[in-house]
C-alpha cells in the first residue's frame, strides 16, 4: 500500500505564505516525477508544479516567481513553497507522485487526500 500525505495548507491574508508538503510511504521502490495540482470550487483540476526526480522542475504562468517546488528524495517528500499569495490562489491542493512499487513494476500515479489553502482579500 502507499500513501501520499498532505500537510501546510490553511487560511492566510493576501501576500502571506504557506509551505505545503508531501510525505510519500509504503511499498515504494522509486519516485518518479511529484507534483501538485490545485482544483478551486466550480473548476478543473489544474497542474500547479511538477518536479523530476533529478530536480528539473516546471510550474504554470500565473504561480512562476512565487512558488517554488522542491523535493527530498530520501524523505520521499515533495514541497510547495508559497510566497505572495492572492485570492485566486484558493483551491484544495493534491500532490500527485508517480511510482513503481517493484524493480520493474508498472508506474501508476497516486493521490494525496488534499489540503486546504484559503487566501483571503
Known amino acids: 500500500q502507499v500513501q501520499l500525505v498532505e500537510s501546510g495548507g490553511g487560511l492566510v491574508q493576501t501576500g502571506g505564505s504557506l509551505r505545503l508538503s508531501c510525505a510519500a510511504s509504503?511499498?515504494?521502490?522509486?519516485?518518479?516525477?511529484m507534483a501538485w495540482y490545485r482544483q478551486a470550487p466550480g473548476k478543473q483540476r489544474e497542474l500547479v508544479a511538477a518536479?523530476?526526480?533529478?530536480?528539473?522542475?516546471t510550474s504554470i504562468d500565473s504561480v512562476k516567481g512565487r512558488f517554488t517546488i522542491s523535493r527530498d528524495n530520501a524523505k520521499n517528500t515533495v514541497y510547495l513553497q508559497m510566497n505572495s499569495l492572492k485570492p485566486e490562489d484558493t483551491a484544495v491542493y493534491y500532490c500527485n507522485a508517480a511510482l513503481s512499487t517493484s524493480r520493474y513494476g508498472t508506474v501508476y500515479n497516486y493521490w494525496g487526500q488534499g489540503t486546504q489553502v484559503t487566501v483571503s482579500s
Open positions: 509504503g511499498s515504494i521502490f522509486t519516485i518518479y516525477n
Open positions: 518536479i523530476t526526480s533529478g530536480g528539473s522542475t
